[in-house]
């Protein structure tokens, strides 16, 4: 019995979460600037392609995780779950779906159960104008390779990014435990310090592959721009590339940054109280992030789907639409890989050397990239 | 002539310069020679001027001698416009004319005899070249008073013997008493000179210049003007003469002056500056013979002064005081002179009295020089055995004052009583009075002068036989001016006016100058009586006094004090200081206390009312900052409703 | 397209909800909020007044409002934070140091 | 047009004190000797000034576009009224540098500063002949001498101050308005085309903005009964304070109301006539009055200060050109005077650490020097002929009597109270027994309160003997800025227009 | 697709119900979450309007920044939820004034015939689009846009300031 009520407690939201991603991507599909010509099933299309790449690539992510950190600790990894071990993701589903769902007392139900809708939602939600592709052109038409081909397409990374920041500060108050509440409050201070980073080196991106002349914030623009030039934005902004990079990790709360669930001090820190499927929840949201992250990453700095030597003669139709997103996946996980590696790699930094970090050195060295960037673009280098 | 003129004001001033700056190094008696020898030159140098003025026909006796342009306003198209003048031109310039150079030379003669007096007398005080620089100073002054160009020249040398007087009787500076004096004599000739300086500005809107030679046909125009006008005029110099000349109500500060070194009160208080007065008189007596009930006013107050003072020198026992009394009182009789219209008599007696006065006053210097500043003549006595010479001269200078022929005095005195008696035989009968005041005051006079010699030399020794065990005669340097001075006062009234005898030349000369006097002879042998008669009265107020005080002492001393009250209100001078005190001076400084009270509470209060009006107006309107934020806000949007309820309407 | 009056009247609410919300709630960090609502509406207004004629110019004053915003937001939560320091309350009332 | 040596003299000493005030640390020795030369050098440069116009016009203009919206601008020049209050100004702040050696020891470079900035505002306050410039300079001058009393000053300088900054702010406020409505009117704020102006101005609107321009003058004069400011801040100013407000600052009052006052608004001048002529001659005799019951040394010299501005302001509305021009001449004579006797009472101060005159007594002896340059001073301030003061004070009266004898005949006693309060006050000082007891080891004048003192007495004797250069230089100005008062005087009104007759 | 008019209607009660929630909420958690709604909805208005960079830009520094800088304040000082009860006088007579203002503010709007009318929209102006708000911020507004920066960097060196605590409870 309680099986089953934890299992019909658990679907709406799943079920809610699985929609988000459409729902938002429709919505900005629809935004007036954006040219609505594409029908709403080419749409639902796009949105589960994205979104079904996406859901698959989770389980393997968790499961490559455990896997590489055992490659790195010397050990073996989980391996009777299927072959190699590749069905053990499944097994963990099916745990987290039939465990026990626990709410403390004295507990706001409706906003313990949002937040890790909320920060699964907006990590989804992420991917939505992430162009998987450049622009297909088939039967008469041009499919642009993103769910949400909008203008402002890196201001909505930016903004979801910081909505996601709800769901983990809001699960931390809603436990009504002091260790969550830290990690609540540790997480929103530390997002909002980085976000400041994270945006500015951002802007150098867009400078340099003049999005601000024009006046088109679309990540396939930027992904365009290197695929014309054919030299990559890590190139021309090594520093901005770098500090984009330590901000993502601090955006997603991976190592060394994991301080809100930092388990040595906080116990889970805000999913202590979180079981069962609520918790899957959470920790859904956070390697999607890592997905999403990642590929906002490969966008702007390694040239998205670009291939130095796939030109655009080559990667025309459906062979060629396919080939791109094959070098956007690779990069990816490529980019994935590190993340993981980083994870195991690393000790925790304490709170105040991250701030420190955050205020102290990023802020200013991201400054100092705009400026290199700003320099780049008036002088006309490479 | 320019340079004579010029070297008549610059000489002293030099000399006060350079003996001011170096008093620390000169000693006295370097300080005294030298000055003594800058005014024997600048006496030499009035000779000068008056032998050149003697060369010159009658009608032409004046020289304008100008140095350099003081002020000059309102441009070259000068003049008086609709009653008021518009030019002012001064030069720093000398005017030489018989009564100028008659005023130079007695000073500078005078003068010249007291520096030398002084070079002995101040041998032993301290800071004794300082007080040659003064006196210096003080003769700068007294020459710029007589010899100025215009009138403001003589107000400055007005002002600047009044410094210089302020100067050397604070000379003592410890001497409580000695400020005080002078301070006092500083302030009433302040009162006087407001009346001096009323009289410029009005004389310059009536006539547009205050120079003297253009002021001289001017002012018989003065005749024209009315009334009204010319009499105040005149009336506000007669003001400013009366403090610098003691008359009443004035005098207090001349008695009080005497606290400063004896040669000072002979040459300021006696013989040079007392004399301005009576010099600005005879300056203006054009304007004064025109200014009908002024010389009324004048002759009054002169014979008043007269009497009243003589009555005070009765029972003085300071003999500096009674000197100085004797002083008030003979500036009255000048006075006098001056009211009758008879300038040149009045002129006249300023001479012989500088004579005398000076010879007096020296005489006292060196018997108190003798007795080592006892002044008391009460603890005089018997001094003509210790002192013969000096006896002997002030004897002839007591003599010169009481008005006994043939000495100075006499001369001029009676001339003065004449002029009132002749005035008064042809039809005046207020005269009689004036004559009357004048004969009584000749006898007071003798009487106290008499009392005065009696007391000091005559009879026994009533000196402190421990103090002042041998008395002994004044060095050379002093004894040879009160010889010359003698001498004068012997000779000086036979030699200058003998008016029986029609012999006047200083009336001849001074005659260009002055208003003439009403032409009133009176027969020979009304003449010869009167002097006979006023012989007689001085002759015998003399003898009576010596009588009186030559024997007993005791029995004196008792008939001094045998009527306390009379005693009191003359030994304090009619209380003239303390009416003083009463009507003017505390009442003022009851006015300066009230004002500054007035000031602190009422004014300031005021302001400071308003600067605690504004904080309690901000107390008030403090009650709406409670500190509710709640509150604030319904402030606000009271007034958006209102705001938008008006413009929405 | 919708009428502008539409749009303010809505505007309007928000900015009364924000009106009532300032004067009516205690908690000064509530009280924080209903401001940012009226700012809201006021933003409101200018992107939709401009919609018609110059849209860029109702984007970029609302910007300016919100810049303005996020300087009072800073500003304000840091005097929160130090009076609740002074009088552990951040209860409006409780503060009236500024009484005259 | 373009000469540039009034606005170096302005320029120069502000330039100076920016100087020293950025200079971060500044030992007080190096600062007095840059202030002392710089305030030398100003004097200098101030000299040829005094070749002023003959004629009566103005000389050294400079004249430059400022705020060409309003017309307003920078426009100096100095004339035979200003030129000698500017040397003055220039003359006594070598003086009043020197004279810090005696008290201030602390915070030298800041009041340095501020000496060189307040010079800088009344060297501009005379130049000025545009109105908002010569506000400006105004108000520039202020605040350095509120400082001055505020920081530098005695036990309750803060209230002194306060009081001096609001007296003075409460007057001038009106005229900045009055100021404003002109340039708004005119469209000019130049002093040569007001005057255009002012012709067309209606009686009442003269009567407004004379009221509003002589409230600014009368409290800096300071005219009873707004006089409560001047004793308070000169007892709290410290010497050289004391010298600036009494021999500078204060004449911005009387010079405002001659060169601005009296031209401008002639018709109201001439209605105003009676009332400034009574608060003159009360400010005479009530100051004297004041002078006379006080004890502090300062507070006597500061009513006397009232006493003797109540004479200028008498010559001034006297409206006659002799008494006038002894006017300007009294102001620069106060300025001699006043600040000598300022100086010696900071000099007796400095030694005595008191100002209560019982505390005193019998210096002459003890302190000769002092006695004597006391005296001096005291008779230059009495009006004693042969000095400066009495120049002065006899033009002013003499002139006075021509138009307004019975105003002329009260104020002469002024002259006697005068001397009544500062013979008291040498005699007080210098004679009688010596009083205080530590009298007997204060040394006499040094060689530097010597120095600074000898241009002051140098200036009082040649001004007493020889006044003529000086006059010949104000009296043109002066005839000019009479002029338009006087043409009403001398011509009956006009009659009432037509339009005003009240219709049957 | 959702047309305008239901997407306004949505947005605008979204935006709407959430400010009523704020201004009732006792718990300022829930004020501060029904907020977010409220700026959302008001983002959600800012896309129909044609101003989606706003819009976006509503979300990121409203929802994303200054209202979790709220709610990390509100946790910090683990506010109690009680709030006083009650009405003072002043609140209350506020409280009728604010409806006055409201009414006020609403009526003309509602009112003007103009404003009712369809919009005409002009073609020609440039759109709201990042670089054309851009050119704004830099030609026309570059002034406002200089005194905002200042402004921001006053309000953080003030806001560091008030916040850090004083220097000897650092040492303790």
Redesign the interface.
């Known amino acids: 019995m309680t099986m089953l009520a934890t299992l019909l407690t658990a679907t709406p939201l799943v079920a809610t979460s699985l929609a988000a991603t459409p729902l938002g991507g429709a919505?900005l599909a629809?935004?007036?600037?954006s040219d609505?010509t594409a029908p709403?099933w080419l749409t639902l299309i796009k949105v589960f392609t994205v979104f079904g790449i996406t859901m698959t690539l989770v389980p393997m992510l968790v499961l490559a995780e455990r896997r590489v950190s055992a490659w790195m600790q010397y050990r073996v990894g989980p391996n009777r779950v299927g072959p190699g071990g590749s069905l053990q993701p499944l097994a963990d589903l099916v745990k987290m779906l039939f465990k026990e769902e626990l709410r403390p007392d004295g507990v706001?139900p409706f906003?313990f159960t949002a937040a890790p809708a909320i920060a699964a939602i907006c990590a989804l939600s992420m991917m939505a104008v992430v162009p998987f592709g450049g622009t297909l052109e088939v039967g008469g038409r041009s499919i642009p390779m993103v769910v949400a081909d909008?203008?402002?397409g890196v201001?909505?990374v930016?903004?979801l990014?910081?909505?996601g920041?709800?769901g983990i500060?809001?699960g931390?108050?809603a436990s009504n435990s002091k260790y969550s509440?830290l990690g609540?409050?540790r997480s929103?201070?530390q997002?909002?310090s980085y976000?400041l980073s994270l945006g500015i080196s951002l802007l150098g991106v867009l400078v340099v592959s003049g999005n601000?002349?024009?006046?088109?914030?679309r990540l396939s623009d930027v992904i365009e721009y290197q695929a014309t030039t054919g030299i990559w934005n890590a190139l021309r902004l090594p520093l901005g590339f770098v500090l984009f990079t330590i901000a993502a990790f601090a955006e997603t709360n991976r190592l060394p940054f994991d301080l809100p669930e930092a388990e040595p001090e906080l116990v889970g820190g805000y999913h202590t109280e979180y079981s069962s499927m609520r918790f899957g929840l959470f920790f859904l949201g956070e390697y999607a992030a890592m997905v999403a992250g990642s590929s906002v990453i490969v966008c702007l700095f390694l040239g998205g789907w670009h291939c130095p030597w796939l030109t655009t003669e080559v990667t025309v139709g459906w062979t060629g639409a396919l080939l791109q997103m094959s070098v956007f996946l690779a990069k990816v996980l490529a980019f994935l890989f590190f993340f993981i590696h980083v994870r195991w790699t690393l000790p925790r930094l304490r709170y105040d050397q991250l701030m420190t970090l955050g205020w102290k050195w990023m802020l200013p060295l991201s400054l100092l990239n705009l400026l290199w960037a700003g320099a780049h673009a008036a002088l006309g280098w490479f | 002539m320019n340079l004579v003129a010029a070297l008549l004001l610059a000489l002293p001033l030099t000399m006060a310069a350079v003996i001011g700056l170096l008093h620390r190094r000169l000693t006295t008696k370097q300080a005294g020679v030298l000055a003594f020898a800058m005014t024997a030159t600048c006496f030499g140098l009035a000779v000068a001027a008056f032998t050149h003025l003697r060369g010159l026909p009658v009608d032409e006796r004046f020289v304008e001698a100008t140095f350099w342009r003081w002020i000059e306003l309102g441009g070259a198209d000068g003049g008086a416009v609709d009653g008021a003048a518009t030019r002012l031109a001064l030069d720093v310039g000398v005017w030489l004319d018989p009564l100028s150079v008659t005023w130079a030379l007695f000073v500078t003669g005078v003068g010249s005899l007291i520096f030398l007096y002084s070079i002995s007398y101040m041998a032993h005080e301290q800071g004794g070249a300082r007080y040659f620089a003064y006196l210096c100073l003080f003769l700068f002054s007294m020459l710029t008073l007589v010899l100025g160009s215009n009138l403001v020249l003589t107000f400055l040398g007005w002002e600047g013997v009044g410094l210089c007087s302020y100067l050397l009787i604070g000379f003592e500076y410890g001497k409580e008493t000695a400020a005080q004096a002078g301070r006092k004599a500083f302030l009433l000739n302040r009162i006087g000179d407001i009346g001096f300086l009323i009289g410029m500005f009005w004389t310059w809107k009536l006539f547009g210049t205050l120079g003297h030679g253009e002021m001289k046909p001017l002012m018989a125009g003065a005749l024209a003007a009315g009334a009204v006008i010319p009499p105040l005029l005149a009336l506000s110099y007669f003001v400013g003469a009366c403090g610098k000349s003691a008359q009443l109500p004035l005098f207090v500060w001349l008695p009080d002056a005497m606290a400063g070194p004896t040669p000072v009160s002979a040459l300021i208080h006696a013989a040079t500056m007392v004399t301005a007065g009576v010099y600005l008189l005879c300056r203006l007596s054009p304007l004064f013979a025109a200014a009908a009930w002024a010389l009324d006013v004048v002759a009054w107050t002169g014979a008043a002064t007269a009497l009243f003072a003589g009555l005070i020198a009765l029972r003085q026992r300071d003999i500096k005081r009674v000197l100085a009394y004797s002083t008030v009182s003979q500036l009255g009789y000048m006075f006098l002179a001056c009211g009758l219209g008879a300038f040149a008599s009045g002129a006249f007696h300023v001479v012989t009295h500088a004579f005398f006065k000076a010879l007096l006053f020296l005489g006292s210097g060196a018997v108190i020089h003798a007795l080592h500043g006892e002044q008391d003549l009460w603890k005089m006595g018997g001094l003509k055995h210790h002192l013969p010479k000096t006896a002997f001269a002030m004897r002839i200078g007591a003599f010169a004052l009481a008005g006994i022929a043939p000495f100075a005095g006499f001369f001029s005195k009676d001339e003065i009583l004449g002029v009132a008696f002749a005035q008064a035989y042809a039809g005046d009968r207020s005269r009689w009075v004036l004559w009357g005041m004048g004969v009584l005051t000749a006898a007071l006079t003798a009487f106290y002068t008499a009392r005065m010699i009696t007391l000091c030399f005559d009879g026994e020794s009533r000196l402190d036989p421990h103090a002042h065990a041998h008395p002994h005669e004044a060095p050379p340097a002093m004894a040879i001016p009160l010889q010359i001075l003698a001498v004068l006062s012997l000779a000086g009234g036979i030699a200058l006016g003998f008016e029986a005898l029609h012999w006047m030349p200083l009336h001849h000369w001074l005659e260009p100058v002055l208003a003439p006097a009403p032409d009133l002879q009176l027969s020979s042998a009304l003449t010869w009586g009167l002097m006979t008669l006023a012989f007689l009265i001085a002759v015998l107020a003399w003898r009576i006094g010596a009588k009186w005080y030559s024997g007993d002492f005791a029995a004196a001393r008792a008939a001094e004090l045998s009527l306390p009250r009379l005693a009191r209100v003359l030994a304090g001078r009619f209380f003239v200081d303390e009416i003083y005190g009463g009507l003017i001076v505390r009442p003022l400084r009851f006015c300066a206390e009230l004002a500054l009270e007035f000031d602190q509470r009422v004014v300031d209060g005021l302001f400071r009312g308003i600067g605690t009006a504004a904080v309690l107006l901000g107390t008030a309107v403090r009650i709406v900052q409670n500190g509710v934020i709640h509150s604030y806000a319904f402030w606000v949007l009271a007034g958006t409703v209102t705001l938008l309820a008006v413009a929405l309407s | 397209m919708v009428p502008q009056a539409w749009y303010l009247i809505v505007s309007a609410l928000l900015f009364g909800l924000g009106i009532v919300g300032f004067v009516t709630r205690r908690n000064s960090l509530v009280m924080f909020m209903s401001v940012e609502l009226m700012l809201n509406a006021a933003n409101l207004v200018f992107v939709a007044g401009a919609r018609d004629h110059f849209p860029a110019r109702g984007t970029a004053c609302a910007l300016f409002v919100i810049a303005v915003a996020a300087a009072e937001v800073a500003v304000g939560l840091a005097m929160v934070l130090a009076l609740f320091r002074l009088k552990k309350s951040v209860q409006a009332d409780d503060v009236r140091e500024l009484r005259a | 047009m373009h000469d540039l040596l009034l606005a170096l003299l302005i320029l120069g000493p502000l330039a100076v004190a920016i100087v020293l005030a950025l200079l971060p640390k500044l030992a007080p020795e190096p600062a007095r000797i840059v202030t002392l030369l710089a305030t030398i050098v100003t004097f200098c440069a101030s000299l040829p000034l005094l070749s002023t116009d003959l004629g009566g016009g103005m000389t050294h203009e400079l004249d430059l576009p400022w705020i060409a919206t309003f017309g307003i601008r920078f426009h100096l020049g100095v004339d035979g009224i200003s030129a000698p209050l500017v040397v003055l100004t220039t003359l006594l702040m070598p003086l009043v540098v020197l004279a810090s050696y005696g008290h201030v020891h602390d915070r030298v470079k800041q009041y340095c500063v501020l000496l060189l900035a307040m010079e800088a505002g009344m060297i501009g306050v005379f130049a000025a002949l545009d109105l908002v410039l010569f506000y400006v300079f105004f108000e520039m001058s202020l605040v350095p001498l509120y400082l001055l009393i505020g920081v530098f000053g005695g036990a309750r300088r803060a209230y002194a101050a306060l009081k001096f900054f609001l007296f003075t702010v409460a007057g001038s406020l009106p005229l900045l308005l009055a100021i404003l409505w002109l340039v708004q009117k005119g469209g000019s704020a130049d002093f040569a085309a007001l005057r255009t102006l002012a012709r067309t101005l209606t009686p009442h609107e003269q009567g407004w903005l004379f009221a509003a321009f002589a409230a600014a003058f009368c409290v800096k004069v300071p005219l009873v009964p707004l006089h409560t400011w001047l004793p308070d801040a000169h007892v709290e100013a410290p010497t050289g304070g004391s010298v600036i407000l009494a021999g500078v600052t204060l004449k911005m009052g009387t010079y405002g109301l001659l060169r601005f006052c009296l031209p401008l608004f002639p018709q109201a001048t001439t209605q105003a006539v009676p009332l400034l002529l009574a608060l003159a001659v009360i400010g005479i005799l009530y100051g004297a009055l004041l002078a006379w019951a006080q004890g502090d040394l300062k507070k006597i010299i500061a009513y006397s200060s009232v006493s003797h501005l109540g004479f200028v302001v008498l010559g001034l509305f006297s409206l006659q050109s002799t008494a006038a021009s002894g006017a300007v001449l009294q102001m620069i004579n106060h300025g001699l005077s006043t600040g000598a006797l300022f100086l010696l009472i900071g000099m007796i101060y400095e030694r005595a650490h008191t100002r209560q005159l019982i505390e005193f007594g019998g210096l002459a002896r003890t302190m000769p020097r002092f006695a004597f340059c006391l005296v001096l001073a005291t008779l230059s301030s009495i009006g004693v002929p042969g000095l400066n003061g009495f120049i002065g004070e006899f033009l002013i009266l003499i002139g006075t009597w021509q138009t307004h004898p019975v105003a002329a005949s009260l104020a002469a006693l002024g002259v006697l109270l005068g001397a009544i309060y500062m013979l008291g006050l040498v005699k007080g000082l210098l004679f009688g027994p010596l009083v205080h007891p530590k009298s007997a080891t204060w040394r006499d004048l040094n060689s530097r309160e010597l120095l600074l003192l000898t241009p002051l007495f140098v200036l009082m004797v040649a001004i007493g003997f020889a006044p003529q250069p000086l006059l010949r230089r104000i009296e043109p100005p002066v005839e000019r800025m009479l002029e338009a008062p006087r043409l009403l005087l001398e011509t009956p009104p006009p009659p009432p227009p037509r339009d005003a007759e009240i219709p049957r | 697709m959702l047309s305008e008019r239901t997407a306004f209607l949505v947005f605008s009660a979204i935006a709407l119900i959430g400010a009523a929630n704020v201004v009732t909420r006792k718990n300022p958690v829930h004020a501060a979450l029904w907020l977010v709604g409220s700026f959302l909805g008001v983002a959600g208005l800012f896309l129909t309007l044609g101003a989606g960079l706003l819009g976006a830009i509503q979300v990121m520094v409203y929802a994303g920044a200054i209202m979790v800088l709220f709610l990390f304040v509100i946790l910090l000082l683990n506010l109690d939820v009680t709030e006083g009860d009650g009405l003072s006088f002043a609140r209350g007579a506020s409280f009728l004034a604010a409806i006055a203002t409201l009414a006020l503010v609403a009526l003309p709007f509602a009112q003007s015939r103009e404003l009712r009318a369809a919009a005409t929209p002009d073609h020609a102006a440039p759109d709201a689009s990042a670089g054309n708000v851009a050119d704004l911020l830099f030609t026309r507004y570059a002034l406002p846009f200089e005194v905002v920066s200042l402004l921001l960097l006053i309000a953080m060196v003030g806001a560091i300031h008030l916040a850090r605590r004083p220097r000897r409870d650092e040492s303790v």
């Open positions: 919505l629809a935004t007036p600037p609505a709403l706001p906003i909008t203008d402002i201001l909505v930016l903004a990014s910081s909505i920041v709800y500060t809001l931390g108050w509440l609540g409050l929103s201070a997002m909002i976000e601000f002349e024009s006046g088109s914030f």
